[in-house]
Nanobody, 115 residues
């Protein structure tokens, strides 16, 4: 069993910051990749940021320069620092962890940015 748990969502005004945290626990043998995704109302889920075990990161264009993903291989965690938040960043944010060929998802955490 592998558990993925997100925390850190909430309500913030435009221009503000939030930090999301993701922790993976359970029968972990090797996490290849961790990612943050989001689903806004009426839209499909999209990748926000991802980080590979070696540290390589990827971001969707709309968050480049504002969001930063970081990972800790020893602690099996991945954080997402979100700065200069915009109302269009409002969504449920999900963390995923890839172990081998299996992908595990958290329950999601709501981020709401007010204008």
């Amino acid at each position: 069993q592998v558990q993925v748990v997100e925390s850190g969502g909430g309500l913030v005004q435009a221009g503000g910051s939030l930090r999301l945290s993701c922790a993976v626990s359970g029968n972990i043998f090797d996490i290849n990749y961790m990612g943050w995704y989001r689903r806004a109302p009426g839209k499909q889920r999209e990748l926000v940021a991802g980080i590979r075990r070696g540290g390589t990161t990827i971001y969707v264009d709309s968050v480049k320069g504002r969001f930063t993903i970081s990972g800790d291989n020893a602690r099996n965690t991945a954080n997402l620092q979100m700065n200069s938040l915009k109302p269009e960043d409002t969504a449920v944010y999900y963390c995923s962890a890839t172990l081998g060929s299996a992908i595990y998802w958290g329950q999601g955490t709501q981020v709401t940015v007010s204008s």
